[in-house]
Antibody, heavy 122, light 106 residues
Framework: QLQLQESGPGLVKPSETLSLTCTVS??????????WGWIRQPPGKGLEWIGS???????YYNPSLKSRVTISVDTSKNQFSLKLSSVTAADTAVYYC??????????????WGQGTLVTVSS | EIVMTQSPATLSVSPGERATLSCRAS??????LAWYQQKPGQAPRLLIY???TRATGIPARFSGSGSGTEFTLTISSLQSEDFAVYYC????????FGPGTKVDIK
């Protein structure tokens, strides 16, 4: 059974960089069938896709966040990571990592991590 | 840029009743639409993809329909575990989620 687990600091200061890692177990991140994505959800609000990465390292990002986002992959560790720079209180959210179908036209997310709350505060 | 809307924002339904949730896109997304269920404190769960295909393990009481700009998620007979928030997600150039519909107990 595929599992994803987010890890990283739960508190980040304004203007600093948020860094999270997603560890994938029960399957290989190097599958040609999937992207690996990050989605966030501010408290009490809806879902926002941040960006996704293929195991080769190719990425695509939400245009509204693109200038601040970097997603990378480490296939040797079966992990992928998110960096979001220059954070503000508006970046406070539960951050999810998820597996995203690459071939399917819907590009749906079928496996999700449990999510990790990141609070931006001084 | 595509805008997704969902209606109603809240749907109050009695157990055993049918629930019909709507998702609209501001321009055609063909059949590139998925539905998710999210319960408090949990990650979203994929229900439907390709507008009408149930994901693995999803009960038959969940069905999706539509194409282009108008989509519907139908829960034929609501069970207690179905009270949750439901999101649609389209894929055009990137994934975009709708604002959600909360289904609560009438």
């Amino acid at each position: 059974q595929l599992q994803l687990q987010e890890s990283g600091p739960g508190l980040v200061k304004p203007s600093e960089t948020l860094s999270l890692t997603c560890t994938v177990s029960g399957g290989s991140i190097s599958s040609s069938s999937y992207y690996w994505g990050w989605i966030r959800q501010p408290p009490g609000k809806g879902l926002e896709w941040i960006g996704s990465i293929y195991y080769s390292g190719s990425t695509y990002y939400n245009p509204s966040l693109k200038s601040r986002v970097t997603i990378s992959v480490d296939t040797s560790k079966n992990q992928f990571s998110l960096k979001l720079s220059s954070v503000t209180a508006a970046d406070t959210a539960v951050y999810y990592c998820a597996r995203q179908h690459r071939v399917a036209a819907t590009r749906e997310f079928d496996y999700w991590g449990q999510g990790t709350l990141v609070t931006v505060s001084s | 840029e595509i805008v997704m809307t969902q209606s109603p924002a809240t749907l109050s339904v009695s157990p055993g009743e049918r629930a019909t949730l709507s998702c609209r896109a501001s321009q055609s997304v063909s059949s590139n639409l998925a539905w998710y269920q999210q319960k408090p404190g949990q990650a979203p769960r994929l229900l439907i993809y390709g507008a009408s295909t149930r994901a693995t393990g999803i009960p038959a009481r969940f069905s999706g329909s539509g194409s282009g700009t108008e989509f519907t998620l139908t829960i034929s007979s609501l069970q207690s575990e179905d009270f949750a928030v439901y999101y649609c997600q389209q894929y055009n150039n990137w994934p975009l989620f709708g604002p959600g519909t909360k289904v609560d107990i009438k």
